[in-house]
């Protein structure tokens, strides 16, 4: 069982332009929402995170926008370069000492920025 | 700081082989998890750790089996090689208060 439902599988923006990835989850118990970042041949790296006190998280070009009644969260690149392409993992945790940081991840995102 | 690295790096198998993946982190970290990565399922949990001596199930933990007999070193081993289980391979760590995961490179798995 999925719980954690990305959108889109793919995606192409023009340098410059604003890229936005969805994220739906099912469980009321997650409580941290990190993006991860992956280029090819690579690991994901952590790029950004929220927890659900907040709507809003900014970090330079990377914003994520949180909606605790709807059970969604996005990710928004500002002014997306072409070193933007990559492959970006919407993911969860839960509170609580038994959940251990085990993350539950979206099925990604193919992001490709054209010059 | 190497940070969390894998051995190897690339590996064919044929059906029914076995082998065994090595992760290392030199972070001190708690915790460490194995995941694979699909196209189109992103990163599922196979099994995790939350110290020494102690492993634990993850989303698909059948055909994989784990140990953790030193703190900064999580094993990951396939008894009998499936088709099934051709995949990238991806270790993590992270420590106990922090919630950011540090991911190894990735071993890429073949199995004919």
């Known amino acids: 069982q999925q719980q954690v439902k990305q959108s889109p599988q793919s995606l192409i923006v023009q340098k410059g332009g604003i890229s936005i990835i969805n994220c739906a989850y099912e469980n009321t118990a997650f409580d941290y929402f990190p993006w991860y970042q992956q280029f090819p041949g690579k690991g994901p790296a952590l790029l950004i995170a929220?927890?659900?006190?907040?709507s809003e998280k900014k970090e330079g070009r990377f914003t994520i926008s949180f909606n605790k009644s709807a059970k969604q969260f996005s990710l928004h690149i500002m002014d997306s370069q072409p070193g933007d392409s990559a492959t970006y993992f919407c993911a969860a945790t839960g509170a609580g000492g038994t959940s251990y940081g085990k993350l539950t991840f979206g099925q990604g995102t193919i992001l490709t920025v054209h010059p | 700081n190497a940070g969390v690295t894998q051995t190897p790096k690339f590996r064919v198998l044929k059906t029914g082989q076995s082998m065994t993946l090595l992760c290392a982190q030199d972070m001190n970290h708690e915790y460490m998890y194995w995941y694979r990565q699909d196209p189109g399922m992103g990163l599922r949990l196979i099994h995790y750790s939350v110290g020494e001596g102690t492993t634990a199930k993850g989303e698909v933990p059948d055909g994989y089996n784990v140990s953790r007999l030193k703190k900064q070193n999580f094993l990951l081993g396939l008894e009998s090689a499936a088709p099934s289980q051709t995949s990238v391979y991806f270790c993590?760590?992270?420590?106990?208060?922090?919630?950011?995961?540090?991911f190894g490179p990735g071993t890429r798995l073949t199995v004919l």
């Open positions: 993590a760590s992270r420590g106990v208060v922090y919630n950011e995961q540090f």
């Open positions: 929220i927890r659900p006190d907040v």
